[in-house]
């Protein structure tokens, strides 16, 4: 494939942080593109949510990454409306609150001699066993004992993860914990609680930025300077129904409009953020069965956010607070006003519970009168909230927000892009369509090194980056952009 900016015609799927980042980066060197979202706005998962006068994201979102260009990017957008703002984030487990990152001595004096005596038993049982009769890792519950032995392990890495993936830890694929808690250790934890900021551990970061006005400002931004800029045509309210493909290319895609009517868009090069099992299903012709087999067995979790209005100035110091315990239904909760004080109006602050799930089981389906009392009853309980703080609330559902890293997950994916990279003319990018669990950050590297792809006719691995999990923290050589 080989690209003319003055006559191809480039057509985005989808309006989240890559889609949104791949058009402004055409914008910026000067080429034009057409971008189609399903929703009312761009931001996809990062979009922010106005209900009255509250704002929030879909969940907690922080931005940090180390390469420069891209800080000086968003920097350069949002200008004074990009304020840093100090992390303080705990998990709630068993009655107790623990800091996270960790502090080591508090931890272990709040969980007592006996479990802190067997936690070291069993981390220097797992660092034995490593070096001298390293074990093959086949799952994510070998990784977490033989990193951290299985008292620490239980804690909350194990309890969680399964809450968030809804599987149990040993049908989840280790890759899980390559990509993302690789390098982060016992020594480093006890290296931070003795160093402090100093002491370099992974995974660690104490501050991060964030837009005055809610993640979606980055987005809302991008999209209007493009727009603006005349290189970008942007709509909404427009859902991808049907891709045509024929030969070695995708030749033109099918939306169908809020009103249910239809259109034929023709393009010559395809840009997409879609799921890849949604992708699958919509392809004309039809894909072949097995490889269609195979993006079936590729699956995402979605989750319910309970978002409640409160009459307090504040519930609590933390950005967001994890529940590992099975217990309690949802597994993370955040405080809006915590990011930006321009979230709530004045005398009054926000909370947001996220319910991890899957489409069509019970908390899905539940009515969202009784998902408030669930959250409330739980919240409540915990001390956060009385039921007369509340004077409003709002449900919200989204689909493919996680992807499922079972055992099985890299052969099917491989066989699926496999099958996709036969379209030279088509391109995926961002959580959906790398099926990557990504942060914001990626998200927006991905889309802009998808758009160098385009322009430098040469396709960049959008996966070297992300699977360096160094980079979720410290500029280790990566491409910048």
Same mark, same amino acid.
């Given at each position: 494939?080989?690209?003319?900016?003055?006559?191809?015609?480039?057509?985005?799927?989808?309006?989240?942080?890559?889609?949104?980042?791949?058009?402004?980066?055409?914008?910026?060197?000067?080429?034009?593109?057409?971008?189609?979202?399903?929703?009312?706005?761009?931001?996809? *998962?990062? !979009?922010? @949510?106005?209900?009255? %006068?509250?704002?929030?994201?879909?969940?907690?979102? &922080? /931005? #940090?990454? =180390?390469?420069?260009?891209?800080?000086? *990017?968003? !920097?350069? @957008?949002?200008?004074? %409306?990009?304020?840093?703002?100090?992390?303080?984030? &705990? /998990? #709630?487990? =068993?009655?107790?609150?623990?800091?996270?990152?960790?502090?080591?001595?508090?931890?272990?004096?709040?969980?007592?001699?006996?479990?802190?005596?067997?936690?070291?038993?069993?981390?220097?049982?797992?660092?034995?066993?490593?070096?001298?009769?390293?074990?093959?890792?086949?799952?994510?519950?070998?990784?977490?004992?033989?990193?951290?032995?299985?008292?620490?392990?239980?804690?909350?890495?194990?309890?969680?993860?399964?809450?968030?993936?809804?599987?149990?830890?040993?049908?989840?694929?280790?890759?899980?914990?390559?990509?993302?808690?690789?390098?982060?250790?016992?020594?480093?934890?006890?290296?931070?609680?003795?160093?402090?900021?100093?002491?370099?551990?992974?995974?660690?970061?104490?501050?991060?930025?964030?837009?005055?006005?809610?993640?979606?400002?980055?987005?809302?931004?991008?999209?209007?300077?493009?727009?603006?800029?005349?290189?970008?045509?942007?709509?909404?309210?427009?859902?991808?129904?049907?891709?045509?493909?024929?030969?070695?290319?995708?030749?033109?895609?099918?939306?169908?409009?809020?009103?249910?009517?239809?259109?034929?868009?023709?393009?010559?090069?395809?840009?997409?953020?879609?799921?890849?099992?949604?992708?699958?299903?919509?392809?004309?012709?039809?894909?072949?069965?097995?490889?269609?087999?195979?993006?079936?067995?590729?699956?995402?979790?979605?989750?319910?956010?309970?978002?409640?209005?409160?009459?307090?100035?504040?519930?609590?110091?933390?950005?967001?607070?994890?529940?590992?315990?099975?217990?309690?239904?949802?597994?993370?909760?955040?405080?809006?006003?915590?990011?930006?004080?321009?979230?709530?109006?004045?005398?009054?602050?926000?909370?947001?519970?996220?319910?991890?799930?899957?489409?069509?089981?019970?908390?899905?389906?539940?009515?969202?009168?009784?998902?408030?009392?669930?959250?409330?009853?739980?919240?409540?309980?915990?001390?956060?909230?009385?039921?007369?703080?509340?004077?409003?609330?709002?449900?919200?559902?989204?689909?493919?927000?996680?992807?499922?890293?079972?055992?099985?997950?890299?052969?099917?994916?491989?066989?699926?892009?496999?099958?996709?990279?036969?379209?030279?003319?088509?391109?995926?990018?961002?959580?959906?369509?790398?099926?990557?669990?990504?942060?914001?950050?990626?998200?927006?590297?991905?889309?802009?090194?998808?758009?160098?792809?385009?322009?430098?006719?040469?396709?960049?691995?959008?996966?070297?980056?992300?699977?360096?999990?160094?980079?979720?923290?410290?500029?280790?050589?990566?491409?910048?952009?």
């Amino acid at each position: 494939m080989y690209f003319n900016p003055l006559e191809d015609k480039i057509i985005i799927l989808g309006g989240g942080p890559s889609g949104v980042s791949a058009g402004f980066h055409f914008y910026k060197q000067g080429v034009r593109s057409t971008l189609i979202e399903r929703q009312d706005k761009v931001g996809g *998962l990062s !979009r922010t @949510l106005k209900t009255g %006068d509250f704002m929030t994201d879909i969940g907690p979102h &922080r /931005f #940090y990454t =180390k390469n420069n260009s891209l800080t000086d *990017l968003i !920097r350069e @957008l949002l200008k004074d %409306d990009w304020i840093p703002v100090e992390r303080f984030t &705990r /998990f #709630y487990i =068993k009655g107790k609150f623990y800091n996270y990152p960790i502090k080591l001595f508090s931890a272990l004096w709040s969980l007592g001699a006996v479990w802190a005596v067997n936690a070291f038993v069993d981390y220097a049982g797992s660092r034995f066993k490593k070096k001298f009769f390293p074990p093959e890792i086949k799952n994510f519950e070998d990784y977490a004992i033989l990193e951290f032995g299985k008292t620490l392990a239980e804690l909350n890495m194990l309890n969680y993860t399964e809450k968030v993936w809804g599987l149990p830890c040993n049908r989840i694929s280790p890759d899980w914990a390559t990509q993302r808690i690789r390098n982060l250790s016992l020594m480093e934890i006890i290296k931070k609680s003795l160093l402090g900021k100093n002491g370099k551990a992974k995974s660690l970061v104490e501050t991060f930025y964030y837009p005055r006005w809610g993640a979606g400002q980055i987005y809302e931004t991008m999209e209007k300077k493009a727009v603006d800029g005349g290189f970008l045509s942007s709509f909404k309210n427009k859902k991808v129904v049907r891709i045509n493909h024929s030969g070695n290319g995708i030749r033109s895609v099918v939306v169908e409009n809020k009103d249910g009517s239809r259109e034929e868009l023709q393009g010559d090069i395809f840009v997409s953020s879609l799921p890849l099992p949604y992708i699958m299903e919509i392809l004309n012709p039809s894909v072949p069965e097995e490889i269609l087999r195979a993006s079936r067995c590729l699956k995402f979790r979605s989750q319910v956010y309970v978002f409640l209005k409160v009459r307090k100035k504040s519930i609590s110091p933390d950005n967001w607070i994890y529940f590992p315990d099975p217990e309690i239904p949802f597994g993370r909760i955040s405080e809006p006003n915590n990011f930006s004080r321009q979230l709530s109006p004045d005398g009054y602050t926000s909370l947001f519970a996220e319910y991890f799930v899957s489409q069509g089981d019970e908390i899905w389906n539940m009515k969202d009168n009784e998902l408030a009392s669930l959250t409330l009853k739980s919240l409540g309980s915990m001390g956060f909230l009385k039921e007369e703080d509340v004077i409003g609330f709002r449900i919200h559902r989204e689909t493919h927000c996680y992807p499922v890293y079972d055992l099985n997950y890299r052969e099917n994916l491989n066989r699926v892009m496999d099958y996709l990279n036969t379209f030279s003319n088509f391109f995926t990018m961002g959580r959906g369509g790398r099926f990557q669990y990504n942060n914001q950050d990626h998200a927006l590297e991905s889309g802009i090194l998808t758009a160098k792809s385009i322009l430098e006719n040469k396709r960049y691995d959008l996966d070297s980056f992300f699977s360096d999990s160094s980079y979720l923290e410290e500029d280790s050589g990566n491409q910048k952009v």
